[in-house]
C-alpha cells in the first residue's frame, strides 16, 4: 500500500451552465455528468490514476449511488475492503459549473449516521508509506495518525473547508494543506501571508493554495511561493482533491520539496482542464507529458 485515504466519499451529480440561474429562472444545463466524489475518495482515484495503490476508508449507503460509487473505485483500482456500508443514504452533491470554471455546491448528507468509529487498526505488515486525511471521519482518522506516529508514516490533512472534523486534525498531522478560504476563516486574516505565518507553528509544513495564483508554504522555519501553471480552466471542482492527491503521491515517490510541489500542482492543473473532478484527474502518462510540456508561469 502506498497511500491510505480516509474520509467523505460521496456521488456528484455535475451540471454544466450557461450562466448563474437567477432567481425562479429555469435554465438548460449544456453537459452533464454523474460519478463518484468526495476529497478522499477523489484522491485516491487519482493516486491510483497515477501508479500508486490506494486505499479508501469511508463510508457508502445501501443505495444505487453507494453501489454505483464502490464499483467505480473498484474498477479504478482502489483497495475498498474497508469501505463501510450502511442503511443511511450516501451523501450526494449537485455542483452547478459556470462559464468561467467556477461552480456551486449543493450537499445533502446524513453526517451524524455515518461515522464509521476508530476500531481501525494498522497491520504492520501491511503499512501505507503516506497517510492523507480529509477530516470527514475524525475519529478513525484520528486514531490512524495516532498509531501513524509509531511506524513514521507522514500524515496529510486535506484542509479544504473549516468544519469539526478538520479543526481536530489540524494540529496533528505532518503536512497540513489548507486552502486560502480555510487559511483565511481559521485565522479571521484576509491575508495569506499573514495567515501562513500564524498557522506555521501547527504543523511541520503548511502549505495554503490560491487557486490560479499558485501557492504559498512554510517548512521547518523556511517559506516559500510556488505560481500556478497557466490552463484554460473549464471546471475547478476537484483542484484541491487532486493537488492533495499529487502530494501524497509525490511524498511516496520520496520526491524533493520543491519537486513534490510542483508534481502536486501539475495534477491540480490537469483536473481544471476537464469539467468534474473524478473525470478531470489524470493519470500518469498525461501527468507525464504536461510536465514536460509545460513550465510554471512567471
Known amino acids: 500500500m502506498d497511500v491510505l485515504c480516509a474520509g467523505h466519499a460521496c456521488y456528484d451529480l455535475i451540471f454544466q451552465v450557461p450562466h448563474h440561474p437567477q432567481s425562479d ?15 478522499a475518495a477523489n484522491a485516491a482515484v487519482a493516486i491510483s490514476r497515477l501508479g500508486l495503490k490506494s486505499e479508501f476508508i469511508g463510508y457508502l449507503g445501501n443505495d444505487i449511488y453507494g453501489e454505483s460509487h464502490l464499483a467505480e473505485l473498484t474498477a479504478e483500482g482502489v483497495d475498498t475492503s474497508r469501505v463501510m456500508r450502511g442503511s443511511a443514504a450516501t451523501p450526494v452533491a449537485t455542483l452547478i459549473v459556470k462559464p468561467d470554471g467556477k461552480r456551486s455546491v ?14 481501525l487498526i494498522l497491520d ?32 496529510i490533512l486535506d484542509a479544504g473547508s473549516l468544519h469539526t472534523g478538520t479543526r481536530k486534525l489540524i494540529n496533528q498531522v505532518d503536512y497540513l494543506a489548507a486552502s486560502e478560504k480555510f487559511a483565511c476563516q481559521y485565522t479571521g486574516l484576509n491575508n495569506p501571508e499573514a495567515a501562513l505565518q500564524q498557522m506555521s507553528h501547527l504543523a511541520p509544513v503548511v502549505i495554503i493554495t490560491l487557486s490560479e495564483h499558485g501557492l504559498l508554504w ?34 511516496a515517490l520520496q520526491k524533493p520539496w520543491e519537486e513534490a510541489l510542483v508534481f502536486a500542482s501539475a495534477v491540480a492543473a490537469l483536473c481544471c482542464t476537464r469539467i468534474g473532478a473524478r473525470p478531470g484527474m489524470p493519470d500518469h502518462h498525461e501527468l507525464s507529458e504536461f510536465l514536460q510540456m509545460n513550465q510554471l508561469q512567471e
Open 25 to 39: 429562472e429555469k435554465i438548460s444545463s449544456t453537459a452533464h455528468y454523474s460519478c463518484g466524489g468526495g476529497p
Open 106 to 119: 449543493v450537499n445533502y448528507t446524513q453526517a451524524d449516521t455515518m461515522k464509521i468509529g476508530n476500531q
Open 124 to 155: 504492520s505488515q501491511y503499512l501505507p508509506s503516506v497517510m492523507l486525511f480529509d477530516g470527514h471521519q475524525p475519529d478513525v482518522s484520528a486514531e490512524l495518525i495516532r498509531q501513524s506516529r509509531h511506524y513514521e508514516i507522514p500524515t
Open 218 to 251: 512554510s517548512r521547518h522555519n523556511e517559506t516559500g511561493r510556488l505560481p500556478a501553471f497557466n490552463v484554460q480552466t473549464v471546471d475547478s471542482t476537484g483542484a484541491g482533491d487532486a493537488f492533495h492527491a499529487g502530494l501524497a503521491t509525490a511524498l
